[in-house]
């Protein structure tokens, strides 16, 4: 049972000192209701107006403009910048949360948690930035050899000259610089942390950004934008685009000037992102992309069933599915298969699902009309072709306030369908659906069959072999394992997180190879003979 109780409580931050918000509550320790409820109470959704593709010119030729002056103030002080950025999101968290209620439909648990998590991008960043942007000294070459490449330890014309002076040798220089204007698209699940996120990186490496939001979530998208306005991001060098990916995500991408792109989204759009920037004129755009999963947990027949059951209620469900780490695949032991199946079942059929702004929920709605009609297709699909273990109960009256029918028209309960094969699996289902199959002999040949789908973002382990867990690991075409414990959650600078195949590019988000992606590298040889020589020859 995810327990409103348990989700609320968090690790202490960890980037960085946490301050007591305006009513003196720690948010780190214990989020009090009361704020949360009062936030709530007073929280309208802004609508927010679709931008005008006229606008794109004027806003690119601001955002380049702006750019050097922002990839030329210290890396220090733009990593204040986002520093106060993320102490003025942490304070702000209470009215932060009721937005993202509001607007995307996220139980409180998940709320605070998504503003933790865009707190600690804004801090992980900034100190990764820092770290990364400091030039490189590197290697000097003490012999001289400098002119022509070819022939390992060839001298050039230059060092015989050299020689005579008396003075040989070049200093090395490896640093990291901004690329120019990035466009940042982000997803509707993760509205406040992944758009956050992602211009974190872009602004910590001294890019300027023009972003643009999912259709479903602007206004917490502004109110970001906002606050990191307020704390110092010169306006041109953070703009909002709002409107769907067809018209105004379609137009950024095919700007001329865009230095690159970071996308959060399906595995078809990165795609095509990907082709639109291949089409291009001029140079070759980088494109970060973090897509979906068919992400499973195979369970062997050691493991122990009750933490299988919690972790895979937590992975599949929580949520409502709709995150791309959620666990789509459950690949359990035949010999303990009816046991946790039945676990599972039971524990899915306790989940409170229903209005999110109410503490006890545990699942709100989907996020809209088009993701409710999606998956009622798939689950169509599977109550045809596969077991079905969590059918609908008759559906009680709704007793729900008139304002928020709409929504909760969206409500989907847990499902759970048992298939014949992991080959049978071939779409990610985006909300709280399970499929589960039987297993047995080689747990190898299982992972070689989820390696087979093609996708390659979250695996769960539950084993208590010893040994086992890393073989498998390491057999795994993924990027994120995750052993005797749920799948998802992904904590910034704890667990880097991103995949490979049709699950994205890469590098892994909150980890210590994201923002190199984010930056030109630039190596500088400086030929210490010739000046030295030089300066000695004419003083002689
Ligand atoms: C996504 O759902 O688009 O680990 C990615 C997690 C999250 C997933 C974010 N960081 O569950």
Not at 67 to 91: F, I, Q, S
Not at 126 to 139: D, S, V
Not at 507 to 529: D, H, I, M, S, W
């Amino acid at each position: 049972r995810l327990s409103p109780q348990a989700a609320l409580p968090l690790p202490p931050a960890l980037y960085g000192p946490t301050r007591p918000n305006s009513r003196g509550v720690d948010l780190t320790v214990q989020t009090e209701r009361a704020p949360l409820l009062q936030a709530h109470a007073e929280c309208v959704v802004p609508t927010v107006a679709e931008t005008a593709l006229s606008a794109l010119p004027e806003a690119f030729a601001r955002a380049a403009q702006a750019g050097r002056a922002w990839r030329d103030t210290p890396v220090a002080e733009r990593a204040t910048v986002l520093r106060r950025a993320a102490d003025a999101l942490e304070a702000d968290t209470a009215r932060l949360c009721a937005l993202l209620v509001k607007e995307a439909f996220k139980t409180w648990g998940d709320a605070v948690a998504e503003v933790r998590e865009a707190v600690d991008f804004l801090r992980y960043y900034a100190g990764e930035a820092q770290r990364l942007m400091a030039p490189i000294a590197l290697p000097v070459r003490p012999d001289g050899v400098h002119e022509g490449s070819e022939g390992q330890g060839e001298a050039g014309f230059g060092d015989a000259r050299q020689a005579l002076l008396g003075v040989t040798g070049e200093r090395n220089t490896l640093r990291l610089t901004a690329r120019g204007v990035w466009v940042c698209i982000s997803p509707w699940n993760f509205p406040l942390a992944i758009f956050t996120g992602q211009v974190a990186a872009a602004l910590a490496t001294g890019n300027t950004v023009l972003a643009k939001p999912a259709e479903q979530t602007p206004a917490i998208a502004h109110e970001a934008v906002r606050l990191l306005h307020a704390a110092g991001v010169p306006e041109d060098a953070l703009q909002l685009f709002h409107g769907p990916g067809e018209t105004v995500g379609a137009a950024l991408v095919a700007w001329p000037g865009v230095a690159g792109v970071v996308f959060t989204g399906s595995t078809a759009v990165a795609k095509h992102i990907q082709r639109a920037l291949a089409a291009k004129e001029g140079p070759i755009v980088p494109l970060i992309a973090e897509t979906g999963g068919i992400n499973a947990m195979l369970v062997d027949s050691t493991a122990l069933p009750e933490q299988v059951a919690d972790a895979v209620v937590q992975s599949a469900f929580r949520s409502a599915g709709q995150r791309c780490s959620a666990l789509r695949l459950l690949c359990v032991h035949e010999a303990i298969a009816d046991g946790v199946i039945e676990m599972v079942a039971g524990a899915a059929r306790e989940l409170v699902v229903g209005d999110p702004s109410q503490l006890s929920t545990d699942l709100g709605p989907v996020i809209d009309r088009e993701a409710f009609e999606s998956l009622q297709r798939h689950l169509q699909r599977l109550e045809r072709s596969a077991r079905d273990h969590l059918p609908p109960l008759p559906a009680a009256p709704p007793a729900m306030p008139a304002d928020l029918a709409p929504v909760l028209a969206h409500l989907q309960a847990p499902r759970l369908f048992e298939v014949a094969s992991i080959a049978e699996v071939r779409q990610e289902i985006f909300g709280p659906v399970l499929q589960v199959v039987r297993w047995r002999g080689d747990p190898e040949a299982v992972i070689d069959q989820i390696n087979a789908l093609g996708y390659g973002l979250t695996l769960g382990l539950q084993t208590r072999i010893d040994g086992r867990a890393e073989a498998l690991a390491a057999r795994a075409h993924v990027g994120n394992v995750y052993v005797n414990r749920n799948i998802i959650g992904a904590v910034v600078g704890l667990q880097p997180f991103g995949g490979e195949g049709l699950s994205g590019t890469g590098p892994k988000a909150g980890g210590p190879f994201y923002l190199q992606r984010f930056c030109a590298e630039q190596t500088v040889t400086v030929n210490t003979a010739a000046a030295g020589g030089n300066v000695a020859l004419l003083a002689g």
